[in-house]
């Protein structure tokens, strides 16, 4: 990705067009107009890093106010920009915007402007802090207490810390969505525990709960050292992974309920977190760390399988979860495509994502199935989701309805497709950052 430096005749003229914009705004509604930028020290003003935490404080001020009555975003190497106005006191939307400001750590970065109907900046009672030390920002400023670097680099902390924290609770939120969406054939859901007898719902819950904090740590290492080779972000991965691994089964006694979806989300949060540092797209870097590892992989070809997804593979050649990171995600991308189409046509989560599913039964090669009941389990679910797929969309919850007693029968759970369902949310989520 190219870094663009700007000048002090480009910051300044920046300077100049939002004092303009904000003055022909407040001619045209007459009521106060915000203005909202980001605080980043130094000559780069604009990077993806930079830009998720600016998106985040956009949602965060639209949730705050009233709909807005005109909503502007702009994005230049002169840094992100934003403009609204509302129909709202200026005192009273000056007031709300210093509560954005002084939210967490990251919102020390955002810069909210309130501009009166008169033209008048509103000002605040109390200083900000600064990024190093946190006491008065003047004062530090004044004294030249910290250099240039040591304040680029604080402010680097708060936008990478917080990246890794949302990757990991758009991670998380994906995981709580998939098992909770109900119906489910064959898995645990609110309805039922599926083909599962030690597996319910809380478990589902405790686990996913107990990975949180090992996403967040997966997207820290890659934003922390972003610079290096695939072998090696896939060895911090690898490691963090293990670690996830092992909260996982402490939290559920020793069963494995997301042991795939560690491997498939951890890779896609380090494509995501790679994307946010160096540009590119997040499928596209996950599906590169996937393929140097299935190299890695096949170089050790001589090793025993461990997982049941490297026993299913030893015997039916059937490449599961590394197969479709490697492949770019083809089976997730088409489930995330199939989500949206349904987000977009009114359906809620729960339906969007249940009427989801047997999209992904019928086209994925499910190991977990093939584990269960061989080529002949595996042919009869995409079957049977295919035949859900023929029916009017009126008549496939119904129809799931009685998959799911049949497939709790013939013992057969698509654990792969739950994979899938859930790395879909996942992407969904990313598309709208």
């Not at 990705?1 to 509604?29: C, G, N």
């Amino acid at each position: 990705m190219h870094i663009s430096k700007i000048t002090l005749d480009e910051m300044l003229s920046a300077r100049e067009r939002r004092a303009e914009k904000q003055r022909v705004l407040t001619e045209r509604f007459g009521h106060p107009v915000v203005c909202f930028t980001m605080n980043i020290p130094g000559e780069v003003k604009y990077t993806p890093l930079v830009e998720f935490a600016f998106l985040e404080g956009v949602r965060r001020i639209e949730t705050a106010m009233p709909p807005a009555q005109h909503r502007e975003l702009i994005r230049e190497k002169t840094g992100c920009e934003a403009f609204f106005v509302f129909d709202l006191a200026a005192e009273e939307t000056k007031r709300r915007m210093i509560a954005i400001e002084e939210e967490d750590a990251v919102a020390r970065l955002f810069d909210i402007d309130v501009i009166g109907a008169d033209g008048e900046k509103l000002s605040r009672a109390r200083q900000r802090g600064c990024l190093v030390c946190g006491g008065p920002v003047t004062a530090c400023a004044r004294s030249r207490a910290h250099g240039l670097a040591e304040v680029e680099a604080a402010a680097d902390r708060l936008l990478s810390t917080f990246a890794a924290q949302s990757l990991a609770s758009s991670a998380y939120a994906a995981l709580i969505a998939e098992v909770e969406a109900t119906p489910k054939p064959g898995l645990v859901d609110r309805n039922n525990n599926g083909a599962h007898r030690d597996m319910d719902l809380a478990l589902f819950l405790r686990s996913a709960a107990a990975l949180r904090p090992y996403f967040a740590r997966m997207a820290a290492s890659v934003l922390a050292g972003w610079e290096n080779d695939p072998v090696q972000i896939m060895a911090q991965l690898r490691a963090e992974g293990i670690a996830a691994e092992q909260a996982m089964f402490a939290a559920t006694g020793g069963i494995n309920t997301h042991k795939g979806a560690i491997f498939s989300m951890g890779l896609l949060i380090a494509g995501k977190a790679l994307a946010l540092r160096a540009g590119g797209d997040a499928v596209a870097n996950a599906a590169a760390l996937a393929q140097s590892d299935l190299t890695a992989e096949l170089q050790r070809a001589g090793k025993r399988p461990e997982t049941n997804g490297e026993h299913v593979y030893a015997r039916y050649a059937a490449r599961g979860a590394r197969g479709e990171a490697a492949s770019g995600f083809p089976t997730a991308c088409a489930a995330k495509a199939v989500y949206a189409a349904y987000l977009q046509a009114g359906k809620g989560w729960n339906d969007a994502l249940a009427l989801t599913l047997p999209h992904s039964m019928a086209a994925l090669q499910d190991t977990n199935l093939l584990h269960r009941g061989g080529p002949e389990g595996l042919h009869f679910v995409q079957q049977s989701a295919r035949a859900v797929l023929a029916l009017p969309e009126t008549e496939r919850i119904p129809a799931l309805l009685a998959l799911d007693a049949e497939l709790i029968k013939r013992n057969l759970s698509p654990g792969g497709s739950a994979d899938i369902l859930s790395l879909a949310v996942l992407l969904h989520t990313f598309e709208a950052c």
